[in-house]
């Protein structure tokens, strides 16, 4: 597999024969006014795509694992085909994305299989307490084919039980983690700060865990930099991978 990160949790996955893009969020740099209710007061994006808009919508399916805007905006419905093979996390979600004139999209859960690659829902907590309620239903995705190693993609979650339970149930080989440790004025983190990884490293010991969602909104927290010297200090170097935007990573 190649997984090419792109911004945010923007990635593009060439997997089993086919090409996934996963959470397109296209805006050029700047585009929208800092997140509500948060430090930093910054336009997002913070950084401009690496690549042409034009190259990354060029895929045989799209998956969007929430609806939140940093994951499928105003961009990305202008510039992906509305014919595209558009897969939402539930049906709740399809509907939604079907009234932006979507007119083939259909539900992780009955997606089961686009050619041979077999997809999985996973769930996750995009945070804890009143904040993870207010931040609604996430979800992951496990891909498996034959010729492949199993990979998860797990979305915007904090390490919680159902990651640990995704991670025991399919024992993927490579592991895409949403890093940045997002956060509002109040509450915890509602994606993966240091220890979440290290603790979805410990989880599977047996995988490459590739960190996304890194550098692109005001309001993550977590730089590269500060990861990159955490995995070291860890003894996790060699299998923590933080790429930039713009790099792929072969699997
Ligand atoms: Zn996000």
Not at 12 to 20: D, K, Q
Not at 47 to 59: C, G, N, Q
Not at 105 to 110: P, S
């Amino acid at each position: 597999m190649k997984i090419r990160q792109i911004r945010n949790a923007t990635i593009v996955l060439e997997y089993g024969g086919l090409t996934f893009l996963i959470d397109p969020y296209l805006a050029p740099k700047g585009a929208y006014p800092p997140i509500t209710n948060t430090a930093n007061p910054v336009n997002n994006p913070t950084v401009d795509l690496p690549v042409s808009v034009e190259e990354i919508v060029r895929t045989d399916a799209v998956i969007v694992t929430h609806l939140h805007p940093d994951h499928f905006d105003a961009a990305a419905i202008r510039a992906i085909p509305k014919d595209a093979n558009m897969i939402a996390q539930s049906e709740e979600d399809a509907e939604t994305i079907r009234r932006e004139g979507f007119h083939n999209v259909q539900a992780l859960d009955r997606v089961s299989r686009m050619g041979e690659v077999r997809l999985f829902r996973t769930r996750g907590q995009h945070g804890t307490g009143e904040i993870g309620r207010l931040m609604g239903d996430v979800s992951g995705v496990v891909f498996k084919h034959p010729d492949e190693k199993t990979l998860y993609i797990a979305g915007d979650t904090i390490w919680c039980a159902e990651v640990e339970e995704a991670v025991l149930t399919h024992r993927p080989e490579v592991v895409v983690v949403n890093g940045g440790s997002a956060q509002f004025l109040q509450g915890g983190p509602i994606t993966m700060g240091k220890e979440d990884i290290r603790l979805t490293c410990s989880a599977a010991p047996q995988a490459t865990v590739i960190v996304s969602h890194m550098e692109a909104l005001n309001h993550c927290f977590l730089s590269r930099r500060e990861l990159k010297g955490f995995i070291e200090e860890k003894g996790l170097g060699t299998r923590v991978l933080v790429p930039a935007d713009g790099e792929t990573v072969e699997c």
